[in-house]
């Protein structure tokens, strides 16, 4: 059974940080691409970073130099490191396999909120 759970979300003040965990179980983890998605009330869910097995990172334009993703393939979790929060990065964040396999697969996702 395919499991994600997110953890690490809080009320944090502009230009502050966070370190999101995505605990990850039922799926040969250490071959799989591993991504981050956020969605914030009213808006498209949008892909903010994606990592390879071998720990090739990908950004989108909106948060690249500010968050980092990682991943840890004997512990079987995914960080994300982010740094200089935004008002707009408030959002939802999920972790998520790439895989088309698991396409229907997400977690209960962990909020970060961004706000003075």
């Known amino acids: 059974q395919v499991q994600l759970v997110e953890s690490g979300g809080g009320l944090v003040q502009p230009g502050g940080s966070l370190r999101l965990s995505c605990s990850v179980s039922?799926?040969?983890?250490?071959?799989?691409?591993m991504g981050w998605y956020r969605q914030a009330p009213g808006k498209q869910r949008e892909l903010v970073a994606t990592?390879?097995?071998?720990?090739?990172?990908n950004y989108a334009d909106s948060v690249e130099g500010r968050f980092t993703i990682s991943r840890d393939n004997v512990k079987k979790l995914v960080y994300l490191q982010m740094n200089s929060l935004k008002p707009e990065d408030t959002a939802a964040y999920y972790c998520?396999?790439?895989?088309?396999?698991?396409?229907?697969?997400w977690g209960q996702g962990t909020q970060v909120t961004v706000s003075s």
């Open positions: 039922g799926i040969a983890f250490s071959f799989n691409v």
């Open positions: 998520k396999p790439m895989s088309v396999r698991y396409r229907n697969y």
């Open positions: 990592i390879t097995s071998d720990g090739v990172t």
